[in-house]
Structures are given as structure tokens and as C-alpha cells.
């Protein structure tokens, strides 16, 4: 069995012999694999977190571990380590989708927006509110989904259910206020984003990531965790 598309390095651990086990995230789902010298001097730059990739995983039989190639078609962790906020963003990421998604089954949705934020890594302002976005994407694809439909005209969608996940309008909201978690308008409008409004979307997200990963018996990852708490602190 084989496979060869576009790949998203997740995680690489170092292996005997300069070999590294790589995570990657494709159109075909989450897939680990052996990569024959990954973790030498020449292939190690390939196989850092959040490169995307040429990639190629071949297999004798589908349940084997199998090996994977892969040749270097950005090198997303380099253009992020000019901006530690961005190192922040990518590592939080990746972590994010190598502990939630189940290996081995196809989240569209969830490689390509992640694609599409580490393709722009280095873009200016980028980074975090497509973060945010793709942090509701991947609870989608999970399971977890926010229902962010309704609202209309001057009683806008303002607030997120921390129990149903169910968005509500200001006048919906009424003397639960206190008890909803604040929904920011870029999460539902073409709307620029500031650094608040992305602090309230990554605080509404991990109230559901840590439902999501609390399923699979798991903290949520500690780049994520670490990435809202440097944030809160600006």
C-alpha cells in the first residue's frame, strides 16, 4: 500500500541510526512512518514541525508502520522563528492536531486550513486570528462543533453556550450573561481582528479543546496551553 501528496509535519521523534518516527497530517488524515535518515545531519531540516511536504509513505500491507520520504516545499518552521509569537502559533498548532485527530481517518477540513495558516506564517497579523479559525474548524471535524448560525441585523451573535455550544444574540443573552462565554466577530464576519478579540476566541476554543481531548482521556497540549497564557499576559 502507498500514498504520495501534500503533508504537514506534525512531530518528529529521533529513531536508532539517524532514522526519526514522523507524524504527518495529509488529505488521507493524521499517518505516522518511519523517515530513513530524518534525524541526520542533511534530512533533519525536512522533518521539522510544521513544514509542508512532497510526501510519500509505502507500506508491504496497510497495517505496518511504513516509511515515509518526503521533499521540502516550505520551510514553515524556519520562516516562523523570526517571530516568537509565531513559533508560539505553529508549535500550538501542530500539537493541537498530532493529540486530537485519530490516526488514520480523513479531516479535510482540518489539513486545509491548517495548510493555509502555515502557509502564511510569516504574513504580518496572520498567523493568530487564523489560528483562532482553524480552532474552530478542527472542533468541527471532532465532533465538537460550535453552532455559530443565527442573529441577523442590529442583535448580532454575542455570546457561546460553555455547556451546548450554541451561539446566542445580545438580547438572547438576557441575566445569563455572566455565564456565557463572549463570541468576537471575526469568528462569524469579514471583520478585522484584534489582539482581545483573538484572546476571547482562543479562550472560547480551549473551553471545547479541553471537552475534545478530555474525551481521548488527554490534557490539552502544553504549547497550547503555554501560547494563551503568554498572550494574557501582553
Known sequence: MEWEGPAIVLETIGHREGDALATVLTEQGLWRGMAKGGASRRQAAIWQRGNILAARWVARVESQLGALTGELVRPVAALAMGAPENLAILNAACALAAGALPEREAAPLSFAGLLRLLAGIDIAGFALPELCRWEVVLLTELGFGLDLSGGGGNDRLAYVSPRTGKAVTF???????????????????????SPADCLAALRLSGHFLERAFGARHRPLPPARVQLYETLSEL
Open 171 to 193: 438580547s438572547q443573552a438576557g441575566e445569563w450573561v455572566d455565564r456565557l462565554l463572549p463570541l468576537p466577530a471575526f469568528l462569524v464576519e469579514e471583520v478585522e481582528a
